[in-house]
Each structure stands twice: as structure tokens, then as C-alpha cells.
């Protein structure tokens, strides 16, 4: 699958800080340190609607992620998928009377430029569950064969995950079985399916029924379950013990819980990720933002109506990426703000002597992605480039390319 145009990141100079992420799994903020390649995987959309800020959130912070690495010399392989056939997309597409493969293209095509306009760094592997079926069908086999998946017994015998076949499940949530049976229903689970061995096992392979999107394999013709999309991608392309493991809060139970068991399952290896990272749900008046409200914001909206996509970015990120919080008027306003006031600072012939913030805004966004600070640490620097002025030169670049480099503002 086609990913989206990529932009240079400029060399800074100085002295980069190792990145140090917050791990779900430990619970505890600890130092990533990734090879000459650093990689990471974030799941991706399932496009059945336009990209929201919730969207744009999460994957910002694991852009911020990506620059740090960058800074700090690494390459970095990022992998993400596009959940393009799931039963939401399907519902969808019924309820609009579309084609699911129009609506899967249309919304992907829509994210991209989204991402694009956001300077989103894109991942080097973009894939689509469809692409990916031949390898996760080949995946599910081997789980059935090891006896750690089997089929229910009823007229559409789908293939389910024996949850208790491993001793790490649970490692990444830490939650109880009540609060997984919980969240498992709430987010796209059956634990209520009859013929399962327990309420937890989660869907491998969906046999085909009438009307539904199918492929022929040695499965039978069906379509492949949520979890072990994300499971075979990520593993087919990173290995296992990979650098990160991203995506939203909502994410951590069920669908990392099982990406992870699945892939650990599979090579007998542990754990799949080194970190596991997530970011804050991105709420409006006082609710989470989600389809099924109705209180979506779109990016691709806000760009219609003229909105600096750059005002967008600082909005977002003048909160932590971890804090869950509410998208208001007064934000926008606040960051299209800071932006004016940003590109009049680095517009001077002069300014203050810059290396310290420069510095700071290192130090800051290497402790975990410490937006708030690194960004009043650039504000610090613009008030007194814009009210005392400065002799240095060569401040007002240097600014600039720190800001573009590290947090992918574009002036």
C-alpha cells in the first residue's frame, strides 16, 4: 500500500538526549535503546471515516518518537497497517450502500493527505490487512497445527485463540478477568459467542458468509481476525522484541494484549515489544471523541476551512501525549497563536542567544515526550527574541531548525 510523501528532517546541531518512554507494560518510564535501526510499529486505521483529532494525537506523538530517534543517529524502520476490511468498515459501507473497497480507499486516501499536511513522518511499510492475508492465513495455520487455536463447532466454525495456551497473557494490561471481559465486549470482541472455550478467546480467522469479502486459502475462504493482523505484520517485518509498540489508550486491551499473545504464541519468544506506548484519548465537551457519538472533529475539515495545519500540531502537542483531554476553540485559537508568534521570533535578522533552549527543548522531549515543557521552553526563547531582541545571528536559525527537526513545525 502506497504511503504518503515523507519531508527532510534537517541535522541539528549539538548534544541529543536518549529517548526515555513511558512502558504500559512495566508501568514505569524507561530508557529506549534501540540499534543502528530503530523500529517501531503503530497500529493504523480502519477507514470507514475521515481522520479525527483523535487520530492525529496519537499518531503525532509517535511522529515526536520517530524525530528523537533521528536526532539521535538511529534509523528508524516504522511499520503501520491499515485495517482495511473489519466489520466496522463493512458496516459502514451497508449503511451508506457503498462499496467497502471504494470507502476503504477513499478514507485511507484521505488519512494520507491528513498525515501529509500534518508532517506526520510516514513508515517505511504501509500495509493494508487485505495485502497481508496470505501471510496471516499461513500464520493462523501454524497456531491451529500447534494446537493453540481451534475451530468452533456450529455452521461457520471460525478459528479462535486459545487466551490460556500462554503464561504471558496479561503481561501488557495487567487487568483482571472482569475488567477484560468488559473492555473485550465493549471493543470489538464476543465473548457471548456460543462454542467457544472461554468468553476470552479471540477471533483468528471469520469462515465467509453471504455478502462478506472472503479469500480462498487453506483456511477455507474467510477473512482474518483483528488482533493477529497487527500480530504477523509487525512480526513479518520487525521480529520480535521490536523498539515500540504504539498506538491509543483504547488499544491496550484487548487488541495489544493479543497482537502481543499471538506473536509470542507463535515464535515461543517474549515479549513481542520493548515498549508499549499509548497515547490519551483526545475528548469534546467533556466526551471522548468517537464515531459512535457523533462528536468527531476532522482534520481534513479543519483544513477546509483554512485552518494552518501547523496551529493544528502545537494544539495537540501543548498537552502531554498521554493525558486524555478535551479539544476546544480556545486550544485551536491558542496555537495558531503560538504559531504567529513563533514565525515572528525566527523571521528576526537577531535574536537571543538560542543554544540553551535548544538544549531544553532536547532534554524535555527526550522525558518522555514532555511537550508541555519543551514548548514553553521555545515560547521562553520567542518573548525575548520579540520584546528585548538579541546580537546572535545565527539564533533565529538555529530556532527554527530545532522546532523543525524535533517537533516538525514548518515555518
Request: proline letters at 6%.
Amino acid at each position: 500500500m502506497q504511503s504518503w510523501q515523507s519531508h527532510p528532517v534537517p541535522r541539528l546541531a549539538g548534544t541529543p538526549r536518549p529517548l526515555r518512554l513511558y512502558d504500559t507494560a512495566t508501568r514505569e518510564i524507561r530508557p529506549t535503546a534501540p540499534g543502528a535501526t530503530a523500529t517501531m510499529y503503530v497500529c493504523g486505521i480502519t477507514p470507514y471515516d475521515a481522520t479525527h483529532l483523535g487520530h492525529a494525537a496519537t499518531y503525532l506523538a509517535f511522529d515526536l518518537v520517530h524525530r528523537q530517534w533521528l536526532d539521535n543517529g538511529h534509523a528508524v524502520h516504522y511499520v503501520q497497517n491499515v485495517t482495511d476490511v473489519d466489520d466496522p468498515l463493512l458496516e459502514r459501507a451497508d449503511r451508506d450502500q457503498t462499496d467497502w473497497l471504494v470507502l476503504a480507499m477513499r478514507e485511507t486516501a484521505l488519512f494520507r493527505e491528513d498525515m501529509e499536511a500534518l508532517r506526520v513522518l510516514p513508515p517505511r511499510d504501509y500495509i493494508g490487512a487485505v495485502e497481508a492475508v496470505p501471510e496471516i492465513t499461513e500464520v493462523v495455520a501454524k497456531l491451529l497445527a500447534d494446537g493453540i487455536a481451534y475451530r468452533v463447532n456450529d455452521d461457520y466454525p471460525d478459528v479462535y485463540y486459545a487466551h490460556e495456551a500462554i503464561g504471558t497473557f496479561g503481561s501488557v494490561s495487567h487487568y483482571d478477568e472482569p475488567t477484560m471481559r468488559a473492555l473485550f465486549a465493549e471493543r470489538g470482541g464476543d465473548p457471548d459467542r456460543p462454542g467457544k472455550r472461554h468468553p476470552l478467546d479471540a477471533l483468528l480467522w471469520r469462515v465467509a458468509r453471504p455478502g462478506e469479502p472472503s479469500w480462498d486459502g487453506e483456511l477455507g475462504s474467510g477473512r482474518p481476525g483483528w488482533h493477529v493482523e497487527c500480530s504477523v505484520i509487525a512480526l513479518n517485518r520487525l521480529g520480535m522484541g521490536f523498539d515500540v509498540q504504539g498506538g491509543g489508550s483504547d488499544l491496550i486491551f484487548p487488541h495489544h494484549e493479543f497482537s502481543a499473545a499471538h506473536a509470542e504464541a507463535l515464535t515461543g519468544q517474549h515479549p513481542f515489544a520493548r515498549h508499549y506506548v499509548h497515547a490519551g484519548m483526545i475528548g469534546l465537551d467533556g466526551e471522548k471523541m468517537s464515531k459512535s457519538r457523533g462528536n468527531l472533529v476532522f482534520v481534513s475539515r479543519l483544513r477546509g476551512d483554512g485552518v494552518d495545519p501547523m496551529a493544528v500540531r502545537l494544539a495537540l502537542l501543548s498537552a502531554h501525549y498521554r493525558t486524555d483531554r478535551t479539544w476546544t476553540e480556545d486550544l485551536l485559537d491558542a496555537g495558531e497563536d503560538r504559531l504567529a508568534r513563533w514565525r515572528s521570533a525566527v523571521s528576526l535578522p537577531a535574536g537571543p542567544d538560542a543554544a540553551d533552549t535548544v538544549a531544553r527543548l532536547r532534554t524535555h522531549l527526550a522525558d518522555d515526550l514532555d511537550t508541555p515543557k519543551a514548548l514553553l521552553a521555545v515560547d521562553a526563547w520567542t518573548t525575548e527574541a520579540l520584546t528585548a531582541g538579541g546580537h546572535d545571528h545565527a539564533a533565529p536559525q538555529l530556532v527554527r531548525t530545532a522546532v523543525d527537526a524535533l517537533l516538525g513545525i514548518a515555518w
